[in-house]
Every structure is written in structure tokens, then in C-alpha cells.
């Protein structure tokens, strides 16, 4: 899985880049206005032949033992290793192995000298080898990375190249492409088809000869690559062709699942890569852009703070994706320009069963052949994809029902776009401490407000209202016990119209900005109570009496938008005034609590019936 982890530093926006775009844990849009004084710099890749940075299997030093105990810290300087890497990097791109003694809950890499961010890098919860590649920041002091794990483990770091400020005449520009599969060894016999990889063997993809039009001047390609293994796979490499292959690994699969991440890989002789597997398999390899020489369409990397486009799972009772489903990414909250032209994205599955894959693309586009990950064995699975986007949204399929968790990590965009703002706070602006009788509806919809850090309002943002799974709840018009509105100009989204369920009890609607954005969601207090008969009571005069005066009707309803109609007839049909009028027949609305009405009888009239209708 490749993760692009960068957070801007405050202070430095338009001259440093700080990283920390890291996975969230498992388990746990532009808007109506800007930041006006903030365009920042973006990066370009510098791509090397991988090198192994760290093996803390090796003997003791300051790239080699002792192996990370769990809950501990350790820091590694990268432009202290042997593999060259200038001090003027602001970043690595680096392939993240651990080898665990046992169960590895998470592992985290971040800049040094930054606190810990709650985000994880990769997850081996039932101990296996597992390789996750992540592009991290340069720490502020020594250019160094830290690195974190709940469990005890081995590391293997390896380095695929290095970014810079765009203003670096030596950087690649990226080039999106719409996803397209290069090479299949389980389709017939060809350059990119048959044979499977053989063991101890390598082989060569000529990739501008694919059918993937990838141009000449691609310096570097953004793959995907899935292994099908026929057994335990101890490792996959990949490399420029006409070098040495190196010490280095770009996937491992040692329990034989089918297995994915991504890889930046440089280009060698005539544009072609190679690739080696320790054991026999088949491989499909897939491309969604390239790296080259700056140029009119060429865009840079604008790094963000790690953030939540969706989680499936919530809030509690939204339904699993099951087939093909569109995401906002702009609408989400996370402060992504609509000039962005592809999203990096760190798509997470919680399969309930096996799942053949996933796929992302984007949204308006044909569903491309291809994968982004795969989880036959139903275990949790990410995996990075760039997803180009025309529209500010992307579109997601599953072969069989999962829930997705989808973080967005950074987007491209041409060099100098201005940053847009990200959602910061969500409050409850009215709606709250609403009763109502079982089965009636609510008076007034729920209506919330999201506020950027400038305290400016959001328009556009997507706005998740989620009543309890279970009763007492409501269900809003429309159907269902969660629904999604759009914020207005003045940052305001207002719900559907409710309806309290038969359950009589106090609870709270939560409203979300996007899929998780801002940490405290606005909170709204609603009860439900019983139905009660409606009480009625007679003074000044009794039912059944004729009447030379007033009367009184005292009428005590159950809570609900409408009230009760009450029904008064008399015998004498122009004698029986209500606010001055009637015809013998007074029909008065019964609010909420208790009302009084005065009946007023010119002549004698006979109260006859009251009819609760």
C-alpha cells in the first residue's frame, strides 16, 4: 500500500512541507469561502533505484539492530544510510516491511521530532510479513523519519526516490492516467501475458509497448502490483531494467493470499521494468499515471493532513457497499480544491467474507479492469490508489459486500493552486429538545452548522444526520435512520423531516461533516413519549346543560406538530361561537400540553357531544 503522508507546518505553509499522512487506525468541497493568504509549494519525485535503508535484523547500529519493542520509538536519520540521499529531501518515498515476532497491531512512521499522529501505516494483526509503502516527511531538525509499533518486530526500510519543491529543475511532474492494466501472466502468451513469473527467474515488461499509451518521456511509472501466488511468496522485487537487481522488496505474501500494494518504479532501458519473484507466480500489474519532465500539464503533490472521506460502518445502521458506489471527495470536508486532477487515496476493506476486490476510478468514467486490493482470505486489507477525478468524486466497486474506509492523503494539482479550507467544527444550530407522541412527527427539521478554522462558513459539504440504529429513533422522510444534506452558503445543512418510531424514550441525532472529519459531531437531544388520551375538562357550565353564558373547555393533548382536532357540536347550530364565529359546529386544534378554549353561548345552547376526531 503506498501512503502519502504530509501535513502542512503552520508556520512554514508556503516555504516547507511537513509529512504526517498516515492510515488511520482500523477501529476506530470546496466551500462557500478560502483561505485567502495561503498557495503553497507543491512536490516533485526525484525516483532512485530502491535501496535498503534499515534491516534491524542486521547486526546493531543506527540502520540495524535491535529489533522495535513493543510500544517504543526509534528514529532513523535517511540522509545518514548509504543510499545517497541529499539532505535537501523533503521527503521519502519508502517501502515499509516489518517482520513480526508476533501479532502487530499497527505501525506508525512520521517525521521526527513531531508528536505521534493516531494513524497507522500498516496492520499484521495475525502476525504476518507484510509491506506497505508510505511517502514521509523529512523531520524538521535531522531529516530523519520515527517509527512506531504496539508490538515487537523486525523493519526492513527500503527507499524508491525522493521529493522536492517544484521549483527543483531536476523533479518529475506527474501525469494522471485513467487506470489501465498493463500486464496479466494468466492471458494468452504475449509481452504481458503468459508465463507465470518462475521462481529464482526475472522478467522484463517492455511498459511503453503496453496498450496503455504511456509516452516516452515517462521517467517513473505509478503501478499497482497484485501477486496470485501458487503458494507462499516470499517476496516480489521490481526495478529499472538494465540495472542490478537490488536488495530491496516491493511486496511480500508469505501466507499465499492473493496480495497488492503499490510501487513508484523508475524507468530503465527503453522505458521497461523487471521483475523478480522468490516463488512461483502469476502477476497483474496495473498503471494510473507516471512521473516526467515538467511540463503545460505536468502537476505537483499537495500534501495534506490525513483525512476521512468515508467509513461505510458509519455512523451505526448505514448500509455496507455492495456493488458500485459514487464519492464525494470535494463535498467530504477535507479541504480538497475542485482544481484537483487525482486524489491519493488509502482505500481500507473490512470484508465480513471473502472479497475477490476492490476497485476505484473516476467517477463518470466506464469501470475500468482493474484492482486496487484484494481480500479472498476476508482478512482487513489497504492498499493506496492515485484515482484521477473530473468532477471533485470517484466511484468504488466490490465483488461481494465489504465496508470501505477511505482516507484521502494528498491530492495533484497544477503547481500554485490555492489551498481550500478544511471543516474544523460542526454545531447543533436548531432542532434540539423536540418531544413528540410515538408514530407522530417531529415540528421542525434538525439543522447544523459547519465553520472552516477561519470561522468562515462551508458550502457544498456533505452532512451525515444519524438517528439511532434501534429504538427510541426516528425515521427521516425519505426513509431510513440516517440521512445526508448538503451545507448552504451559510454553512448550514438541514435534515429531512422525522418521525418519532412507538418507542417512548430520550435520545440523541449526531450530525458528521463528511466521513469523519471533525472529531466532535453537533449532538441533538429529541424524546419520544407514549400517546395519552386526550383529557377533558368543563367549567363554567356542564355537558348536557343549557348554557346563558360562557364556558370553558379545558383540553390536555399528547406533544405533536399538529395537536388533536377537537369537535364541539350543539342543538342549536347558530348559537355555538368560537372566536366569535361558528355554526353549531366548533372544530379547535389542540396544541402540545394543555389549552384552554372559551366557548361563548348568545342564547341558550346545548353542549351535545365532544368528538375527538
Known amino acids: 500500500m503506498l501512503s502519502y503522508t504530509y501535513a502542512h507546518r503552520s508556520s512554514e505553509l508556503l ?45 546493531a547500529g543506527p540502520f540495524g539492530g535491535p529489533f522495535l519493542s513493543a510500544n517504543t520509538t526509534r528514529e532513523f536519520v535517511i540522509p545518514s544510510s548509504s543510499c545517497g540521499i541529499p539532505t535537501t529531501a523533503d521527503a521519502y518515498a519508502l517501502n515499509v516491511t516489518v517482520v513480526p515476532h508476533g501479532g502487530l497491531g499497527f505501525l506508525t512512521i512520521w517525521p521526527s521530532g513531531d508528536p505521534r499522529p493516531l494513524a497507522s501505516t500498516l496492520n499484521a494483526i495475525d502476525g504476518r510479513v507484510k509491506a506497505n509503502a508510505a511517502i514521509v516527511a523529512a523531520g524538521t531538525a535531522d531529516k530523519g523519519v520515527s517509527v512506531f509499533a504496539t508490538g515487537d518486530t523486525e523493519l526492513v526500510l527500503d527507499i524508491m526516490g525522493y521529493f522536492l519543491p517544484d521549483t527543483a529543475a531536476s523533479a518529475l ?70 540495472q542490478p537487481r537490488p536488495l530491496a522488496s516491493t511486496l511480500n505474501a508469505p501466507t499465499g493470499a492473493v496480495t497488492a500494494n503499490a510501487a513508484i518504479v523508475l524507468a530503465g532501458d527503453g522505458g521497461a521494468i523487471d521483475v523478480y519473484a522468490s516463488n512461483d507466480t502469476d502477476l497483474v500489474m496495473d498503471i494510473n499515471g507516471y512521473f516526467g519532465p515538467a511540463g503545460a500539464n505536468g502537476l505537483s503533490l499537495f500534501p495534506i493532513t490525513p483525512c476521512r472521506v468515508v467509513d461505510t460502518r458509519q455512523p451505526s445502521g448505514s448500509p455496507i457497499l455492495s456493488g458500485t458506489r459514487d464519492l464525494g471527495v470535494t463535498s467530504s470536508g477535507c479541504g480538497i480544491p475542485s482544481a484537483a486532477k487525482a486524489y491519493v487515496n488509502n482505500a481500507t476493506v473490512v470484508p465480513p467474507g471473502p472479497l475477490g476486490y476492490l476497485t476505484l476510478w473516476p467517477h463518470g468514467a466506464v469501470m475500468p479492469v482493474v484492482s486496487t486490493l484484494n481480500a479472498i482470505d476476508a482478512a482487513i486489507t489497504s492498499n493506496i490508489a492515485i484515482v484521477p477525478t473530473t468532477d471533485g468524486s470517484i466511484s468504488a466497486f466490490t465483488s461481494s459486500a465489504s465496508h470501505l474506509v477511505l482516507d484521502i492523503l494528498g ?104 466521513g469523519g472529519v471533525i472529531a466532535t459531531p453537533a449532538n441533538f437531544n429529541l424524546t419520544t413519549h407514549g400517546v395519552t388520551p386526550l383529557s377533558i375538562t368543563v367549567s363554567n357550565g356542564a355537558v348536557g346543560k343549557y348554557l346563558q353564558s360562557t364556558i370553558t373547555v379545558t383540553l390536555s393533548a399528547p406533544a405533536g406538530p399538529a395537536g388533536v382536532p377537537v369537535t364541539l357540536t350543539s342543538s342549536n347550530p347558530s348559537k355555538l361561537l368560537l372566536d366569535g364565529t361558528g355554526n353549531g359546529i366548533v372544530t379547535a386544534p389542540v396544541p402540545s400540553g394543555e389549552t384552554q378554549l372559551t366557548i361563548a353561548a348568545t342564547n341558550d345552547a346545548e353542549i351535545m357531544l365532544f368528538d375527538l376526531n
Not at 37 to 42: K, M, S, W
Not at 227 to 236: T, Y
Not at 501 to 506: C, H, L, M, P, Y
Open 15 to 59: 516555504s516547507k512541507l511537513s509529512i504526517a499522512l498516515l492510515f488511520a487506525v482500523i477501529g476506530s468541497a470546496a466551500g462557500g469561502s478560502l483561505l485567502a493568504a495561503a498557495t503553497p509549494t507543491g512536490t516533485r519525485f526525484v525516483p532512485v533505484t530502491p535501496c535498503r535503508v534499515v534491516d534491524t535484523r542486521k547486526p
Open 173 to 242: 511532474a506527474f501525469y494522471p492516467l485513467d487506470p489501465c492494466r498493463i500486464a496479466d501472466t494468466r492471458k494468452p502468451a504475449g509481452l504481458f501475458g503468459i508465463p507465470s513469473l518462475v521462481h529464482g527467474a526475472e522478467r522484463t515488461f517492455p511498459i511503453l509497448s503496453s496498450a496503455c499509451n504511456v509516452p516516452p518521456s515517462a521517467r517513473a511509472y505509478s503501478l499497482n502490483f497484485t501477486v496470485v501466488p501458487k503458494g507462499p511468496l516470499g517476496f516480489l522485487t521490481t526495478w529499472p531494467t538494465g
Open 411 to 514: 491530492y495533484f494539482a497544477p503547481p500554485n493552486t490555492p489551498v481550500v479550507p478544511r471543516a474544523v467544527s460542526i454545531t447543533a444550530l436548531s432542532g434540539s429538545g423536540q418531544s413528540t407522541a410515538g408514530g407522530s412527527n417531529y415540528s421542525n427539521p434538525l439543522r447544523a452548522k459547519v465553520l472552516a478554522a477561519n470561522s468562515q462558513p462551508l458550502q457544498g459539504l456533505d452532512v451525515t444526520f444519524a438517528a439511532p440504529a434501534s429504538a427510541p429513533s426516528v425515521t427521516f422522510a425519505g426513509g431510513g435512520n440516517v440521512a445526508h444534506a448538503l451545507t448552504d452558503a451559510t454553512g448550514v445543512a438541514t435534515s429531512p423531516m422525522m418521525t418519532a418510531d412507538a418507542t417512548a424514550g430520550s435520545f440523541q441525532v449526531t450530525a458528521t461533516a463528511g
